[in-house]
């Protein structure tokens, strides 16, 4: 019987493999990477630097084969007081340093352009509360086996429990209707970069069964 786990950073470079591995043709990567050769030495290194940086109260669940994971972000207001936001200590502007210097080293002089367009996604989010599904990765051994789904599950049941709207942004149109079938709504279309389609979407509660 397939198992949904909560995973821990303990599992952090098995993790970031996994993502590394599923989004590496991604349409949306594929424009922030375009070195077809480094694309998956990079997304490694993106993906750990987002796992080091994670949200406080953020929640991580997958398989515990490890074949597919889900990072969810708290509604904004719910976490922690320090989250999202410079305390004094520095912790914001640090990250935020250390993460334009990865950038600029692994792109160079793309780094500015690809930063814009991930600040134009980050603007353009959703105001309402949410909890927000930021990554979904299967490894491509794994995929087409229904896993995906599966790992939402938990959170797509919380969200319902609580009366609470989920939200995600597609950077690839084959996976709108999968999201559908979930639930997801399309809210419009807009294109980044490179004419990088993103489709956010959101999902209503639904009401318990009787």
């Known amino acids: 019987m397939l198992e949904i786990v909560r995973l821990g950073l303990e599992r952090r470079d098995r993790i970031a493999a996994i993502w590394a591995d599923a989004f590496e043709r991604d349409p949306l990567m594929n424009w922030i990477f375009p070195d077809d050769t480094a694309r998956l030495a990079s997304l490694r290194r993106w993906w750990?630097?987002?796992?080091?940086?994670l949200l406080p109260g953020a929640e991580l669940h997958g398989t515990r084969a490890d074949g597919c994971v889900a990072y969810w972000q708290p509604p904004r207001g719910e976490e922690p007081t320090s989250a999202g936001r410079d305390d004094g200590s520095g912790h914001e502007s640090n990250a935020q340093a250390?993460?334009?210097?990865?950038?600029?080293?692994?792109?160079?002089?793309?780094?500015p352009s690809r930063?814009?367009?991930?600040?134009?996604?980050?603007?353009?989010?959703?105001?309402?509360?949410?909890?927000?599904?930021?990554?979904l990765g299967t490894s491509t051994d794994q995929q087409s086996r229904g896993?995906?789904?599966?790992?939402?599950?938990?959170?797509?049941?919380?969200?319902?429990?609580i009366g609470m709207l989920a939200y995600l942004e597609?950077?690839?149109?084959?996976?709108?209707?999968?999201?559908?079938?979930?639930g997801f709504e399309?809210?419009?279309?807009?294109?980044?970069?490179?004419?990088?389609?993103?489709?956010?979407?959101?999902?209503?509660?639904?009401?318990?069964?009787?």
């Open 98 to 111: 250390e993460f334009v210097a990865m950038m600029t080293e692994l792109l160079g002089d793309l780094a």
């Open 48 to 53: 750990g630097f987002a796992l080091d940086h």
């Open 186 to 210: 399309p809210l419009g279309e807009f294109l980044l970069g490179g004419g990088v389609l993103i489709t956010p979407m959101t999902r209503e509660p639904r009401p318990p069964e009787d």
């Open 115 to 135: 930063m814009e367009a991930l600040g134009k996604m980050q603007q353009a989010r959703l105001s309402d509360p949410h909890w927000y599904l930021a990554v």
């Open 170 to 182: 597609s950077s690839n149109p084959a996976n709108v209707g999968f999201y559908r079938r979930l």
């Open 147 to 161: 896993l995906g789904g599966r790992v939402l599950v938990p959170m797509l049941e919380r969200c319902d429990r």
